[in-house]
Structure formats: C-alpha cells, structure tokens
C-alpha cells in the first residue's frame, strides 16, 4: 500500500517548451502532495505544498509562474515547468501524505528526471 | 533555524559487517523523524520512522534506529549490512502541525563483498 506513481519516468524537452510531470497517489487519497526537487548527489528540496482544489504554497525562491501545480483531485498532482530552460534541468520527486495511515508520514513516487537542452 | 545533520557524507563496509549512519537535528520540540533511502535514479523508500512512545523502533529490511531526545539524534542501525544495501540514505525531520520535511544531506553508503 500507499504507492505513488509519477509520470513520464524522464523526459528530454528543448529550452522554451513547457513538461508537465504527473503524481498520483494509487492506492490512497492524497489530501496534501509536495513538489521537490533534487540535484546530482544533493539532498531533496521542498517547492511547494500542494493542496486538494485550493492554490499550492511555494517555497521561498521558488518562481511560481515557472513551476505551475495544480492539484485538482485527492489522487492527482501536476507540476508544469513552464518555458522550461537548461537550469531547470533536474530530478524532481513527489510525495503524498495519507494522513489515513496516521501521523505525519510521506510517501514518495520515483522521481522524474527532467534534461532541458 | 531548523535543521537536520548526517554528519557522514560516505561511508563504506563490508558485507556483513555492522552499519550506524548518525543523524541529528536542531530544535526544541520533539519533532517527527524517519529515515529513507534512495537507490541511484530512484525515489524515496521509507525505512522507518519515530512519532512517540518506544525510543527504538524498528523498520524494514533490517533496519532499526533509536531516537535519544538528550543528544537530539536519531541514528540508524543495521547488524548486517547485505550488498544490496547500497545507496543514499536519509534522515529528515517534521515538526507537528507543519507540512515541511527537512532532509539531511544524505549519507552514500557503499559495500564491499
């Protein structure tokens, strides 16, 4: 159980196009899923918390009209990398609570890797 | 400010040899912990974690770890580590009634056979 999915896996885009990167919750109901992100062999930092139908809180320093989420239902999170460039190359990491399984715990999806040339 | 301290940026072991991967954190409150580990080009997989009641808790593959409230630390053990076991772990933190996770940097854990 508490399985997150993310999709695509990785993805090659051209500097100025725009990615959307999924995360569902499969087997839960995800009220709250955060966004990270994570450079080559550094630790994961948190974009922003995302909401069920109300507007994500962003992270300080984290350009809200370049990583656009949308979090419209209990098992389904997007983040969109808007006129994406070759900084924004990089691993992002999703997670969902399951505040049903008790406590604070967040679990996470595989990860996709964003290569922006 | 809040924070979350591995100390061991790498570490290396045998197979079959024992394995402490020490992780402590900066605040007052007691806050959540867990440990997760990531093998290279993946997400995270949750070990263990610690709420509240028994200080050593146990968690999967092995593993096992004990909060210590007076040395604010909550390091992770393993008996025996298996080939397998390589990878990134990490230790992170939340604070009740907040949303954030705050990670440690990760510490790479390496095997020999």
């Known amino acids: 159980g508490a399985v997150v999915s993310q999709h695509p896996s990785w993805v090659i885009c051209k500097s100025g196009t725009s990615v959307k990167i999924e995360c569902r919750s499969l087997d839960f109901q995800a009220t709250t899923m955060f966004w990270y992100r994570q450079f080559p062999k550094q630790s994961l930092m948190l974009m922003a918390t995302?909401?069920?139908?109300?507007?994500?809180?962003?992270e300080q320093g984290v350009e809200k009209d370049k990583f656009l989420i949308n979090h419209a239902s209990l098992t389904l999170s997007t983040l969109t990398v808007t006129s994406a460039h070759p900084e924004d190359s990089s691993f992002y990491i999703c997670?969902?609570?399951?505040?049903?399984?008790?406590?604070?715990?967040?679990?996470f999806g595989p990860g996709t890797r964003l290569t922006v040339l | 400010a809040q924070s979350v301290t591995q100390p061991d940026i790498h570490i290396t072991v045998s197979e079959g040899a024992s394995l402490e991967l020490r992780c402590n954190y900066s605040?007052?409150?007691?806050?959540?912990l867990f440990w997760y580990v990531q093998s290279p080009g993946q997400g995270l997989q949750l070990l263990l974690k610690?709420?509240?009641?028994?200080?050593l808790v146990q968690g999967i593959k092995g593993f096992e770890a004990e909060f210590k409230r007076s040395q604010s630390s909550f390091n992770l053990r393993k008996p025996s580590v298996h080939w397998s076991d390589a990878a990134e772990y990490f230790c992170?933190?939340?604070?009740?009634?907040?949303?954030?996770?705050?990670f440690g940097t990760g510490t790479r854990l390496q095997v020999f056979p």
């Open positions: 992170a933190v939340a604070y009740v009634n907040t949303d954030k996770l705050i």
């Open positions: 610690y709420f509240s009641g028994d200080t």
């Open positions: 995302s909401n069920e139908g109300s507007k994500a809180t962003y």
């Open positions: 997670s969902a609570r399951d505040r049903a399984r008790g406590g604070d715990t967040q679990y």
């Open positions: 605040y007052g409150a007691t806050p959540y």
